[in-house]
């Protein structure tokens, strides 16, 4: 699996350079987002720009991934998408759960804003 991860301000951003999303290559970039998770900024966009094919299975672990930065108090959001991958998680029934932005700036502007969101609720909790 070829990627390109840019470490910005308040996120990671990975660039899959790969056409298709196989199942195959679901648990090495699982392993991948899973450990950027742990890692300060802790914050992700995946920038899908390359990719024009995306497995059911590969469909499946970006939502459950999702989940798992969302349940962790960290931002993930998807940017780039191709109309063809677009409508293949429309078709597969997971592209309403999916946090997804047309360019790259709007998921920087996304991210910025959960960490407000998330640095209010915490002032509201204390």
């Keep these: 699996m070829d990627v390109k991860i840019d470490t ?10 790969e056409p298709h ?3 195959n290559m679901t648990a090495d970039l699982n392993d991948l ?3 950027l998770q742990n890692t300060p900024p802790k914050n992700v966009v995946l920038n899908l720009k390359d990719v024009n094919k995306i497995d059911p299975e590969a469909a499946v ?4 991934c999702q989940g798992e930065y ?13 109309g ?9 029934g997971v592209l309403e759960v999916l946090n997804i932005t047309p360019t790259l700036s709007e998921a920087w502007d996304i991210v910025q ?3 407000i969101e998330r640095e209010l609720l915490d002032g509201l909790e204390d």
């Design 8 to 17: 910005k301000e308040k996120f990671y951003e990975v660039q899959l350079l």
């Design 21 to 23: 999303l196989t199942a």
């Design 33 to 35: 987002l899973s450990e």
């Design 61 to 64: 672990m970006l939502a459950k």
């Design 70 to 82: 969302y349940d962790n108090s960290h931002s993930f959001v998807m940017c780039q998408l191709s």
């Design 84 to 92: 063809t991958v677009e409508t293949a998680l429309d078709e597969m």
């Design 113 to 115: 804003m959960e960490e």
